[in-house]
């Protein structure tokens, strides 16, 4: 006869068996009976207490970026399950397996509108792949099991609602049934597609290739193809670092954030290469019907952005082998060349920009600083707003560095999380936070876990008072900027009462010194950074659609605000190199 044991320990034994060593949330009544359950096993399941939930969701979304195991975050029924939301809609977005345990209110009082009470598994619905809440005690190792492997298989959020008095109940163990972790074996492509592929390669004259997250683990597989085929290459922002900033046939980022030599590359190019990516923004894509191979493990997703003659369905890896066994090599490209010169310019141009001590800080000088006291391991936590702008075309980051954010979902307050997280999985690395004075503030209370856990991380707040991405997004819709100020908050003195260290910024010649010192830190530190509230994240590329609203916001500011304020005005010089 089986022994009996209380339901939350056989939860607990079914985290155990699929390796999960931390999870992050608040205790509370209707979650306290997994928390119990997490007491016992204090020694191999380490919990993360937060100070919001919002911050667990994301850090445990942030780990799997990370890591590529699956994030655990817990909460309360009601508001604390209504908190967890945004981080399980960043990994819903991003693709990513993340297991959701929710408390509940006890079953006996479940439809009496009971304190707290609300229907998560509705609430859930959406944002969820597997959503079950759970009605009887005597199979919750087994449910569990299912959840965290129907989240990895379909790489999103498995939730389980947990009525608090069920997983106190004694129930026969049934732990020792062994647990399936093997992942399934990659696609592998067809032999036509491949062949296919080849062809329009080598007939192609002016190639282009778009690099997505989906070639993560295919870095030399990928590199040695583009190579071979003298391709030039362009980047989505998710995937910056798996081909490393310093290879020569790099063009940079696509997009609004991107570079002008990737938007020539794409309209010049006679052939489209996209390679685990299902890229949004598809008015960055050629204006021209030219030729596309689609790479991707999903069939759906062939031909979703663009007109596709050769879908390669399967593994990246296993498609960008077989393609360079296949193709033959380059000796030279003249088109090639001709982008590398555009990138040679514009890297000129970035340049200059790294190196400007103007005053107020400019955000550019700041990256070149981070660049020269950070290392190839380092861990980079990006958030949401003009700091995605400024890390992504000025920080240099190679194939052994993390860089990463909320990718799909663009949630701003991510990097603190993400920064936490990073140090819980990688504690002998460098890990740096990025940040805007908005996003960090919207999260900053949980600096504070990161002094309490001793986790000695470095964020970079990029003050500047005001919402400055949406200000430009009001510019270039030509619209008047309002609701984007706000008050200033002293937070070297909020990360010191914290109990961590606080550095202020307002000096360009106290930039590197700063800086180096910051990173040196044995606490979490928060360097808060005086930066020119007009720094411009012009995109890489002005379309003639955007310089009409730009005029069309200048002359708004005349006419019906009355004011124009030149220094809100990019530079004559930089605006034109854009839009020429």
């Not at 819709?477 to 309002?482: H, I, N």
């Amino acid at each position: 006869m089986p022994k009996k044991i209380k339901a939350n320990h056989a939860l607990i034994s079914a985290l155990k068996a699929w390796d999960i060593d931390h999870v992050y949330g608040i205790p509370g009544d209707s979650i306290d009976a997994v928390v119990d359950g997490l007491k016992v096993v204090e020694d191999e399941i380490d919990f993360y207490h937060v100070r919001h939930e919002e911050v667990a969701s994301l850090a445990a979304s942030s780990f799997t970026k990370l890591t590529g195991k699956i994030g655990v975050a817990l909460s309360i029924g009601g508001p604390g399950a209504i908190h967890l939301i945004n981080g399980m809609y960043d990994a819903k977005l991003d693709n990513i397996p993340q297991l959701i345990l929710a408390g509940q209110s006890d079953s006996d009082v479940l439809g009496t509108k009971a304190f707290q009470e609300t229907n998560l598994t509705e609430l859930f619905k959406d944002v969820a792949v597997y959503n079950k809440q759970i009605k009887e005690p005597e199979t919750i190792f087994e449910t569990v099991n299912e959840a965290i492997r129907t989240a990895y298989a379909k790489k999103g959020v498995a939730v389980l609602v947990l009525p608090n008095d069920l997983l106190t109940q004694k129930i026969d163990d049934h732990t020792d049934k062994k647990i399936d972790k093997e992942p399934p074996a990659p696609k592998k492509p067809s032999v036509e597609s491949i062949q296919d592929a080849a062809k329009l390669i080598e007939n192609s004259k002016k190639p282009v290739m778009l690099i997505g997250l989906g070639t993560k683990h295919a870095k030399k597989e990928l590199r040695i193809f583009i190579e071979k085929a003298k391709i030039p290459s362009i980047i989505t922002l998710p995937s910056k670092g798996i081909l490393p900033d310093d290879h020569p046939y790099n063009l940079g980022n696509l997009g609004k954030i991107g570079t002008k030599p990737s938007y020539q590359a794409m309209q010049d190019a006679d052939l489209l290469i996209l390679a685990g990516t299902n890229y949004p923004y598809v008015y960055y894509l050629p204006e021209k019907d030219i030729n596309c191979i689609q790479i991707d493990n999903d069939p759906d997703l062939i031909g979703h952005r663009f007109n596709v003659d050769v879908g390669v369905i399967g593994d990246s890896k296993l498609a960008l082998t077989a393609l360079n066994e296949t193709i033959k090599p380059i000796e030279e490209r003249p088109f090639l060349q001709e982008m590398l010169k555009n990138k040679e310019k514009w890297d000129g141009w970035m340049k200059k920009d790294r190196e400007s001590n103007d005053s107020p800080i400019r955000p550019e000088r700041l990256m070149d600083a981070i660049n020269k006291t950070t290392n190839d391991k380092t861990i980079f936590s990006i958030d949401v707003g003009t700091s995605t702008v400024w890390s992504t075309r000025y920080l240099n980051i190679g194939v052994d560095n993390k860089f990463f954010l909320s990718s799909w979902l663009g949630t701003m307050g991510c990097a603190l999380p993400g920064a936490i997280a990073g140090k819980i999985a990688y504690p002998n690395r460098q890990v740096v936070g990025i940040t805007g004075d908005g996003a960090f503030e919207m999260v900053m209370q949980d600096f504070a876990t990161a002094v309490q856990y001793q986790l000695p991380i470095t964020i970079f707040v990029l003050n500047n008072q005001q919402l400055s991405f949406i200000k430009y997004e009001q510019q270039a819709a030509g619209e008047l900027e309002y609701g984007i100020d706000f008050s200033d908050i002293d937070l070297a003195k909020f990360a010191e009462s914290c109990g961590g260290i606080g550095y202020t910024l307002k000096d360009p010649k106290d930039i590197d010194t700063v800086v180096q010192t910051a990173m040196q830190q044995t606490k979490p530190t928060v360097v808060n950074v005086y930066v020119d509230p007009n720094a411009a994240p012009l995109p890489g590329k002005i379309v003639p659609e955007e310089a009409k609203n730009y005029a069309k916001w200048a002359y708004r500011s005349v006419t019906e605000d009355k004011k124009l304020d030149f220094d809100e005005i990019p530079p004559i010089s930089t605006a034109i190199k854009r839009f020429l």
